[in-house]
């Protein structure tokens, strides 16, 4: 009996539970998901200071400033970015100020350089500026503790951290940040027909092309790939095999020999070493999704043609690396599209063609198969940015039909 989709992907995160977390210097935690929340040592910005560059004065003096009735006001000071001065700016004064700087005691507001136009130069002193409009109190300053306050929570456990979080972490005096370490994933590819990439396949053989894309999607997802040698189609090499991969890594993923092949191994091994949960999924490609789990490692054995190996890790696996990393969001975006072409399917499986995402003319969505849709073929894969989700039920799509895609070119985030 096959589950569905939804049955396999509950029993996936079943077997999987969060990691632990560890303490990383804030550039490795990009993109993995904070343990805990980040308060601020400091005010940020640790003081008042200013937007623009320009002149910090007392907006009362301004009233009625135009440029057909400047107002002139002598220049006490100038405050670069870095310095300060403690002078007070008095009525009818004004403070030469760059972007940054703080702003000097008595003044409330700065007039941007554009609106002024220099006066006469002062000599030993800072001179005149003649001032072109008014200002409100307040304008152009940037206040004291705006972004954060000293003690306050400016990042929340449970967040990922993107690059303006990094800022943050920076700006609040954190160097290293707790995050949920990356799951280490075991690939291990099974077939007597596997040769490694550097070899030219002899007779009755191929390349291991998919232990390289497992682990590139491993990667994708945060994880860190532990790649395997071939597994031969041997029940005692993949014993060993899978033990010692359960007792190294957080995550078990094989390819190949889960079918119903006279050498396809796996699954008995499976049992053998630990339990199997299912070992079919009603979709394509891939039906022989297989789960399990040895000494508590959850195992996945994907099928072993290569696009059935990639949607597999992308429907299944993807998800549960991201849950082991603290994620909540585990779906990549979906969309309806207009389907460009008539699309015929089995009716009780639910299909994911590797599809290209278009938008016309019109602003309208359009998805249109991406190339051949045999399941030993990845080129399609490579072409397209989604995969069009045909639902079990219906044996037509027709062209012009609107149907749902998997955005493969977006992070997991808006649903
Ligand atoms: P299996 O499920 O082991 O019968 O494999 C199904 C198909 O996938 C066969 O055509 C295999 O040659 C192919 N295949 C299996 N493992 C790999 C691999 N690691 N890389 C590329 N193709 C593979
Ligand atoms: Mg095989």
Do not use: W
Request: some cysteine; overall charge negative.
């Amino acid at each position: 009996m096959s589950l569905s989709v939804e049955q396999a992907r509950d029993l996936v995160f079943a077997r999987c539970r969060v990691l632990e977390t560890e303490s990383v210097p804030i550039l490795e935690a990009l993109g993995r998901v904070l343990a805990t929340e980040v308060r601020s040592d400091i005010d940020v910005a640790p003081f008042d200071n200013s937007a623009m560059d320009g002149y910090a004065i007392r907006a009362a003096d301004l009233v009625g400033a135009s440029e057909s009735a400047p107002v002139t006001l002598a220049v006490v000071s100038e405050i670069a970015a870095g310095s300060y001065s403690e002078l007070e700016i008095g009525p009818g004064q004004a403070a030469r100020i760059m972007t940054g700087a703080p702003v000097p005691p008595g003044a409330d507001a700065v007039v941007m350089v554009e609106f002024t136009e220099a006066g006469e130069a002062g000599g030993a002193t800072h001179g005149t500026v003649r001032i072109m409009r008014e200002v409100t109190s307040g304008e152009n300053i940037r206040r004291r503790a705006e972004e954060v306050a000293a003690g306050d929570v400016v990042l929340s456990a449970g967040e990922e951290v993107g690059p303006a979080a990094v800022g943050l972490l920076a700006a609040t005096g954190h160097a290293t940040a707790e995050v949920y370490r990356r799951p280490k994933v075991a690939v291990l590819s099974t077939g007597d027909e596997l040769v490694d990439v550097t070899e030219l396949p002899g007779r009755g053989k191929i390349r291991n092309s998919n232990s390289y894309s497992i682990s590139a999607q491993v990667i994708a997802a945060g994880g860190m790939p532990l790649r395997y040698p071939i597994v031969r189609d041997d029940r005692a090499a993949m014993r060993e095999a899978f033990a010692q991969a359960a007792s190294e890594a957080d995550f078990i993923a094989t390819t190949g020999g889960v079918s119903v092949g006279d050498f396809d191994y796996v699954k008995p091994v499976l049992e053998e070493l630990g339990e199997m949960e299912f070992c079919k999924v009603a979709m394509r490609p891939g039906n022989p999704q297989t789960l399990g789990s040895i000494d508590g490692t959850p195992f996945f054995g994907l099928p072993g043609n290569p696009t059935s190996t990639f949607v597999g890790f992308e429907i299944f696996i993807r998800p549960a690396l991201r849950f082991m990393q603290g994620h909540a969001k585990l779906d990549r975006p979906r969309q309806q599209a207009v389907l460009a072409h008539d699309v015929k399917k089995k009716r009780d499986r639910r299909y994911f063609l590797r599809a290209s995402l278009e938008r016309s003319s019109d602003g309208s969505y359009v998805v249109t198969l991406s190339g051949s849709q045999s399941s030993a073929l990845l080129t399609a894969a490579h072409r397209g940015n989604c995969l069009l989700v045909m639902p079990e039920g219906e044996e037509l799509f027709p062209a012009g039909s609107m149907a749902e895609v998997i955005r493969l070119d977006m992070e997991e985030g808006i649903q």
